[in-house]
T-cell receptor
Framework: RKEVEQDPGPFNVPEGATVAFNCTYS??????FFWYRQDCRKEPKLLMS???SGNEDGRFTAQLNRASQYISLLIRDSKLSDSATYLC??????????FGGGTRVLVKP | EAGVAQSPRYKIIEKRQSVAFWCNPI?????LYWYQQILGQGPKLLIQ????????DSQLPKDRFSAERLKGVDSTLKIQPAKLEDSAVYLC?????????FGQGTRLTVV
């Protein structure tokens, strides 16, 4: 079983719609969690950290469910510019950052 | 603030040749990571340094890959000899705390 698993997609989303997707992790001792965004042929960039209580940043909402070992990302009012690959990242012991395979989101007019 | 610098940006080599990549992290960042990203996949950690010591190199193919971080600053990653399956983007990242910042990567093509 992979340490961090994501649905690769693509999620084809009409502009203005809401999309949500999950990421599961295998190590229950994982300490912190992040969503990174990666545009085509670019480097990953931090989108947001994921806190136990859930957190929101504008149109983006992240949730953590430690009991079921998954995190989620929800994008509201999708924009064309949200088209990207979203990478789930788990921070383990010693600040080891393990990436999932990414979820591709395509927002269409 | 200057970002993570990597060079070269692109490299094409023949199989069995050797290649080296260079990374200069953000000043003051103690943690440095090298990732391999094959097209269509997520980044895979090759090696992680804390200052100039290795924290994790469990997924580094040590028969052909080597990495060092001199004086806890710059780092080089070497492949010798290269195989076709090494074609990928090699990403360097640095961190001081929670967020990791990535360089633009080196796109390696092995022919």
């Amino acid at each position: 079983r992979k340490e961090v698993e994501q649905d690769p997609g693509p999620f084809n989303v009409p502009e203005g719609a809401t999309v949500a997707f999950n990421c599961t992790y295998s190590n229950s001792a994982s300490q912190s969690f992040f969503w990174y965004r990666q545009d085509c042929r670019k480097e990953p960039k931090l989108l947001m950290s994921v806190y136990s209580s859930g957190n929101e940043d504008g149109r983006f909402t992240a949730q953590l469910n430690r009991a079921s070992q998954y995190i989620s990302l929800l994008i509201r009012d999708s924009k064309l510019s949200d088209s990207a690959t979203y990478l789930c990242v788990v921070n383990g012991a010693g600040n080891k950052l393990t990436f999932g395979g990414g979820t591709r989101v395509l927002v269409k007019p | 603030e200057a970002g993570v610098a990597q060079s070269p940006r692109y490299k094409i080599i023949e199989k069995r040749q050797s290649v080296a990549f260079w990374c200069n992290p953000i000043s003051g960042h103690a943690t440095l990571y090298w990732y391999q990203q094959i097209l269509g996949q997520g980044p895979k950690l090759l090696i992680q340094f804390q200052n100039n010591g290795v924290v994790d190199d469990s997924q580094l193919p040590k028969d052909r890959f080597s990495a060092e971080r001199l004086k806890g600053v710059d780092s080089t990653l070497k492949i010798q000899p290269a195989k076709l399956e090494d074609s990928a983007v090699y990403l360097c990242a640095s961190s001081f705390g929670i967020e990791a910042f990535f360089g633009q990567g080196t796109r390696l093509t092995v022919v």
